[in-house]
């Protein structure tokens, strides 16, 4: 109540002074007598005029701006690059701890008679879709591939440029994942290089049928078969790895054909003008074997 009363007054002070001359003797005797409560509580005097000089939350002077807590999205440059992968998620840790990564160079291989790989490949209908860190194909179900008593069933392909995967340090301009599972959730993928030659004919229905947008699941009107994207010749690497993208979960088993297949290069061009660098860094082999087919 009592510092209620002294607002009131401290009010009353600040206004304008009052002209009328029967007001002055009231006023007059207001000033003295909330002079003598001033000096009997000093304190109140000070504390009022502080809290009127104290600056609310919001203009606190000097305090910084509010960083944003959003982290970067995974991707090929900037903040969300390669070597960063491991920093933007926890599931994301083994693209940076990971001794079983992907790509690799391939080098110094064991040649053994590798069992063919069984393609059983058929013409499916297809979708498109540009998941912003590449374009990708999903395919009805059907299509499967068998090897080391294993049969796995694709899942979806897209394209890395330039080429992920090297020979002996050689690098391709284009190179195709083929991600399969098998019924046990077991991950294999097939690597097909590509470099600039002739138009691909599977490559082009791809183009064909390109979303407008990102993340825009675009039906296709015809078919795709795999078997004509393969090489002529079935020769093959294989090792085991991770996955190439966050989160690069390991124990994949890695299949990259040997000899690459031709792609146009108004394909390349088109390829390159909507992802002009999507392939990860090569990661070290860390002493895994390498098996090449005779």
Known sequence: MRLTRLCLALALLAAPAVHA??????????????AEKLEKEPGKALQLRNQAAKPGPDRAAGKPAAKSAVKPHWGYTGEGAPDRWGELA??????????????????????VDLEPIQFEYRASSFSVIDTGHSIQVKVEPGNFLSVMQRRYEL????????????????????SAHLVHKDE?????????????????AQVQQVLNHLPLEKHQLNPASGTIDLNLLLPAERGYYTFMGSLTTPPCSEDVLWMVMRQPVPVGAQQLAILAKLY??????????????VKESF
């Open 21 to 34: 001359v029967h007001a002055e003797e009231p006023a007059k005797d207001l000033r003295q007598r909330l």
């Open 155 to 174: 899942q979806q392909f897209h394209f890395h440029k330039p080429s992920e995967e090297r020979i002996n340090g050689r690098g391709y301009d284009l």
């Open 90 to 111: 926890p599931e994301n840790r083994l693209c940076a701890i990971g001794t079983r990564q992907t790509p690799i160079d391939i080098r110094d291989t064991l040649k």
């Open 276 to 289: 002009p660098m999507n392939a990860r860094p090569i990661q070290p082999a860390g002493g895994r074997i």
């Open 184 to 200: 046990a959730g077991r991950l294999a993928v097939l690597a097909v290089l590509l470099e600039r030659g002739s138009d691909q």
